[in-house]
């Protein structure tokens, strides 16, 4: 089959968002903790996002929602400079490749990608060979690497087993990696996704912490694709259970299960050891745990750490030094970390809208009237600024 036309993959036809959706915050969802300027992962200095969706309906009635996300922890630098990093698995029903490395060492060394789960290969492939276009390998000439890719599954509304994502949209996506607002919703690797029963995808936001005087930043970016619709809270609303029963909502599966998986990645400019970076990682499961997940059997709930601090320690030297927060004063980072994961999480089921996929399925997003409603019964609704 011949790719279609890039400017085909790029129309924003009906399902697609940009960066200039609602936010949870515009619609009067009270969160705690202080946002940094954007709201967004990339509020960390340094870090920049990618991201490609990719959208079509095939002659044979086969339907594309599909895409990649890549987060680059130093931008540009990113393949050069490897930062501080670490890997938690809530539960394991998921895949991130790179891991095992990650754990050794301590080090996350190049990008992380976001897809589906059947494109995982490709895209890691993909970012092997961009690095070598790269250049700058060592003396034998090879690049060594092992990338982190991490995935999802949107096979309910992708044709999934139809491979659309190509060596060419992840290199897209590394390309194009900027900083500023990020896309949210139905875009990148969140673009097919769905969560608690509602329409997903790719949401993010960020927390200004002081330590001893030192002002940090939190991060976090979710491909979230995960939960049933009974159990969501938002705000500490039992949304899901009121509007499980409302008509707009009546095509809701009676008989789904907590199958689905998210990812959580978590940035911080915040000067950390990995094993501490762990601890960071361990505390996005707050925040899930705050929309009502209880983390089912069949989900992937697989999170991820780093810290953009200590570049000089990052170099190839024989002896290093690193600077890192004391045990006793890293509570504010962790109550940031379950405070970013749960606003991203909201954020991203926000900016998605009604989805129409593959096979007929079709998942509907969250009413923006219908859960400002419920946020002013239960004296939730915080008017916007």
């Known amino acids: 089959m011949s790719r279609f036309p890039l400017a085909f993959v790029l129309c924003l036809l009906w399902g697609v968002a940009t960066a200039s959706e609602p936010r949870a915050r515009d619609l009067g969802v009270p969160f705690d903790g202080t946002p940094g300027p954007l709201d ?18 095939l002659p044979n009635g086969h339907k594309v929602r599909t895409g990649v996300t890549a987060i680059l922890p130093r ?8 930062v501080f990093g670490a890997w938690f698995a809530l539960n394991g029903n998921g895949e991130m490749t790179g891991t095992a490395w990650l754990q050794e060492s301590g080090q996350l060394e190049g990008p992380v990608m976001l897809t589906n789960t059947h494109s995982v290969g490709v ?41 659309h994502v190509h060596a060419a949209d992840a290199a897209r996506a590394l390309h194009e990696a900027k900083g500023g607002p990020v896309a949210e919703g139905n875009v990148g690797g969140g673009t097919g996704m769905i969560c608690h029963e509602f329409k997903c995808g790719i949401g993010t936001s960020s927390r200004r912490v002081s330590i001893d005087g030192h002002d940090y930043t939190i991060g976090a970016l979710v491909q979230a694709n ?9 705000a500490g609303v039992p949304v899901g259970q009121y509007q499980r029963n409302d008509r707009i909502y009546s095509d809701t599966n009676p008989h789904a299960a907590d199958t689905g998986s998210i990812i959580i990645v978590v940035a911080t400019d915040a000067p950390l050891r990995p094993d501490q970076l762990k601890r960071i990682a361990k505390r996005a499961g707050m925040g899930l745990a705050r929309m009502g997940s209880y983390a089912g059997n069949g989900s992937g709930d697989i999170f991820l750490a780093f810290s953009t601090a200590n570049a000089q320690a990052l170099h190839d030297k024989p002896v290093q030094q690193m600077s890192f927060i004391g045990n ?33 399925h079709y998942a509907r997003a969250i009413s923006h ?17």
């Open 40 to 57: 967004a992962i990339t509020d960390v200095a340094g870090v920049t996002v990618g991201q490609v969706t990719l959208i079509q309906d």
């Open 75 to 82: 931008g540009h630098d990113t393949y050069d400079i490897p």
């Open 123 to 163: 895209v890691r492939d993909a970012v092997i060979a961009e690095r070598v276009r790269a250049g700058g390998a060592d003396s034998s000439g090879y690049w060594w690497s092992l990338p982190v890719v991490a995935e999802t599954w949107d096979g309910e509304l992708n044709d999934i087993n139809g491979f």
């Open 226 to 234: 995960y939960g049933l619709r009974d159990s969501l809270r938002i």
């Open 328 to 360: 006793d004063h890293i509570d504010p980072l962790f109550e940031a970390t379950a405070q970013a994961a749960e606003e991203s999480i909201v954020n991203a089921m926000i900016a998605a809208r009604d989805m129409q996929g593959d096979d007929g």
């Open 369 to 385: 009237p219908a859960l400002i409603k419920l946020l002013k019964r239960f004296k939730r609704y915080q008017p916007p600024h």
